[in-house]
């Protein structure tokens, strides 16, 4: 049986609602699951009036929506959360940004009544929400609250590299700050476990250092690594998990590593996602791990530039929404071999 998955519009001033069009019409998707967008019929609207095609599945208020056993098709749920026309693509806007945290909300909403499998949300604009009023700095600190998760980390994940990050959207004069033996613990238990569901076997892990040369025992730094990394992985090891650390941030990235290791666990955001997006950007998945619900993404942004053009590429979220299937299957059945 196919699960039932959430996807988001995202801001509507961005890519999303086109890509979320194109993946309620996609036939791998279709095969895989039952697709519920949540967003909005009026910027469907504005979107066939430049020549994009009808959702081409049904269409039902939040009312009828609520009222709807487990959706077996297509389904579309208008939140009606930004009127008619009032979307200039490329724009930045409060009211989208409210709009996207109102699509969010609802499918999180659903998530936790067990209505939906998992969520897959379309780019959002932090600027956006901020201008709305909304005191996040992105998906992952949403799902995190409002689903009240203990703890939580942001995977990418590909099937050529997955890295998790310690930390994620702060300075990078607030990152040594914010480590702590038990936080890059955490982190190595939520990657090992995910990925022990998507390769279907024990993965093998390596975490970077923060300094330059993994601190040079003490000469760059505070002695992060000494403080935090290593006592981490030491206590990760006495716990089952395959892993390494911590290792130079410029070398851990090298084809021969990347050969060794199924999963990095970084220190902050950029020293994950530079190399991730080098590597896999075009199909790489952003996994909120920790949750008690299901929750992947696009790894790319708002696009504001190409927005309702019509050459967005698709195929970062039509990964989402597989990893998403894959993640919902029971955890009796292996990924690996499914």
């Not at 076997?201 to 000469?219: F, K, T």
């Not at 090298?254 to 970084?266: E, H």
Request: overall charge neutral; hydrophobic content about 45%.
């Amino acid at each position: 049986m196919r699960p039932v998955i959430g996807i988001t519009m995202g801001d509507p001033a961005g890519v999303g609602p086109e890509l979320c069009l194109r993946a309620l019409r996609e036939p791998s998707v279709l095969d895989k699951c039952v697709p519920v967008m949540f967003g909005d019929a009026a910027v469907l609207d504005q979107l066939r009036q430049r020549g994009f095609p009808e959702p081409g599945c049904q269409v039902l208020t939040l009312a009828e929506w609520e009222r709807q056993g487990v959706a077996q098709q297509p389904v579309v749920v208008d939140c009606a959360a930004i009127g008619s026309g009032q979307v200039e693509p490329g724009r930045l806007s409060a009211a989208c940004g409210r709009a996207a945290y109102t699509y969010i909300d609802h499918a999180i909403r659903a998530a936790l009544a067990g209505r939906i499998a998992g969520v897959v949300t379309a780019p959002i604009n932090k600027e956006a929400l901020r201008l709305a009023g909304v005191d996040f700095p992105g998906h992952t600190e949403i799902f995190t609250v409002r689903t009240g998760a203990k703890r939580t980390c942001m995977m990418l994940w590909s099937e050529t590299m997955a890295v998790s990050m310690v930390t994620v959207h702060v300075g990078y004069a607030d990152v040594p700050k914010l480590l702590s033996v038990e936080r890059v613990l955490d982190v190595i238990e939520l990657t090992a476990e995910a990925l022990a569901r998507l390769l279907g076997r024990q993965p093998r892990l390596a975490v970077c250092g923060l300094n330059p040369h993994a601190g040079e025992h003490g000469l760059f730094g505070q002695r992060e690594e000494e403080r935090f990394i290593e006592p981490a992985v030491s206590e990760a090891r006495k716990r089952g998990i395959a892993v390494e650390g911590p290792l130079p941030p410029d070398a851990a990235f090298t084809p021969n590593m990347r050969k060794r290791f199924d999963g990095y666990v970084t220190l902050y955001h950029d020293q994950g996602h530079i190399p991730f997006k080098m590597l896999a950007f075009e199909t790489g998945v952003n996994i909120t791990l920790g949750l008690p619900i299901i929750r992947t993404s696009v790894d790319h942004g708002t696009a504001f530039d190409i927005a309702w053009k019509g050459v967005a590429d698709p195929r970062s979220l039509f990964a989402a929404i597989d990893v998403a299937t894959r993640l919902a299957r029971p955890k009796s059945t292996s990924p690996a071999s499914a």
